[in-house]
């Protein structure tokens, strides 16, 4: 395979990846609590009990906004996202060759980068964004919300559920995550997301797919009510952590018509039986105290309960990723839905970073087109 040449996986068996280096300890933890796709700068008792995934409570809050209020405007200093870009670049690049993963070069992946114009492009007028609050468990929740600016009421759009990677607020979305959302906003979509509970100034405490999956319920209800969207249009795109949550909100009942991927862990168990059990002491955490833990990882990784998802999964990982190995994640988890012949499809690409720095047109590209294959506008 080349840099160009993704491995490409749609109903035929994953093939194995032998000799994969584990992932590292501290790689697992950062995927858990503080590793999101590389974007531009810009109470509880009963309560926060972990969610029964296949048949969560319905939620007892109603599904609307409580506040808002209008994004600020984007920082244009074009040098210092180039920076950052190759600062993170360089950090997951010592990583990889640590655990013996052959990364692109950083000829590659200064190339990679978007151009000026590009830059200046992304930030034109059409992109409306809103910093939002909505209740979640009677908690004050903080989210965001990206919309095309002329949408009109009962335009019928598709909605789309980001799920946002790490915790706290060092990977917490902000008004220019994913340059606001321009590719998919500009292709007609409404983003969504949440911040999680306990982040971004928001109440309660974020359980890294405990309690707060009903903080993804919620907020999914709440984009299905807003006047631009089509509520039988919904999809879920989630990086790191984030698809773990989106794979986790599918299984409870989130109506998503295609889920997308990037960097997910899918076994945590095996993470934990391979030696890593310091790698998931942020996890262990934020489980609350009297939880069984093996329960729940189990409730955190996708492959041991494949068989409820109903959803068509587009599984995207980049085969240097020093984070979330796709050795262990990405590849057995595409063989179990191979085998229980559940539509998905699992692209690698080789050589590449945690949220596919170096892929970013084709990434983009290839989950549009996946939505686009299993939607189905209102006439």
């Known amino acids: 395979m080349t840099s160009k040449d993704p491995q490409r996986v749609r ?6 990846s032998a000799g994969a280096t584990m992932v590292a300890m501290v790689a697992m933890a950062a995927a858990l609590v503080g590793c999101a796709a590389p974007t531009p700068r810009v109470a509880s008792s009963a309560a926060a009990t972990a969610v029964s995934a296949a048949s969560p409570p319905v939620p007892a809050y ?16 074009y040098g210092d996202y180039r920076s950052r870009q190759m600062a993170n670049y360089r950090q997951e690049a010592a990583a990889a060759q640590a655990q013996g993963l052959v990364m692109r070069t950083p000829d590659q992946a200064e190339a990679a980068i978007i151009s000026a114009d590009e830059y200046a492009a992304r930030g034109a007028p059409g992109v409306s964004c809103e910093r939002i609050t909505y209740l979640s468990d009677g908690l004050r929740v903080v989210g965001y919300l990206w919309r095309p600016s002329g949408a009109q ?6 909605l789309l559920v980001f799920h946002r990677g790490g915790a706290g607020d060092d990977s917490k979305l902000r008004p220019n995550t994913q340059f606001a959302f321009d590719r998919f ?28 999956l009903r903080d993804v319920l919620q907020i999914v209800r ?11 249009r919904v999809f879920a795109l989630g990086y790191s952590r984030g698809g773990m949550m989106a794979l986790m909100a599918a299984r409870a009942g989130a109506p998503y018509r295609a ?21 998931l002491s942020a996890l262990a955490r934020a489980i609350p105290a009297g939880q069984d833990p093996e329960a729940a990882l189990r409730a955190r990784s996708a492959v041991h309960w494949a068989e409820e998802l109903n959803a068509p999964v587009l599984v995207l990982h980049g085969g240097a990723d020093p984070i979330v190995s796709a050795a262990e994640h990405a590849r057995p988890f595409a063989a179990r839905l191979q085998a229980l012949g ?4 699992l692209v690698v690409f080789e050589g590449d970073t945690h949220g596919l720095q170096m892929s970013g047109t084709e990434r983009d590209t290839r989950i549009l087109e996946w939505f686009r294959r299993f939607d189905a506008p209102a006439r």
């Not at 599904?63 to 209008?70: K, M, P, T």
């Not at 009421?153 to 598709?158: F, S």
């Not at 983003?191 to 890294?208: A, C, F, H, K, S």
């Open 11 to 16: 109903s035929v068996p994953t093939p194995s």
């Open 62 to 77: 109603p599904a609307e906004i409580v506040a808002r209020e209008a994004c600020p405007a984007r920082d244009p200093d």
């Open 153 to 158: 009421p009962g335009a019928g759009l598709p």
């Open 185 to 212: 906003v500009r292709a007609g979509y409404v983003v969504i997301g949440t911040q999680y509970r306990g982040n971004d100034g928001g109440e309660g405490r974020d359980e890294l797919g405990g309690a707060d």
């Open 222 to 232: 709440i984009g299905q009510r807003l006047p631009w969207v089509d509520p039988q």
């Open 259 to 279: 889920i997308a991927t990037v960097g997910a862990p899918t076994d945590l168990l095996a993470v934990r039986a391979a030696g890593g059990r310091n790698s």
């Open 342 to 345: 559940k539509t998905h499809e």
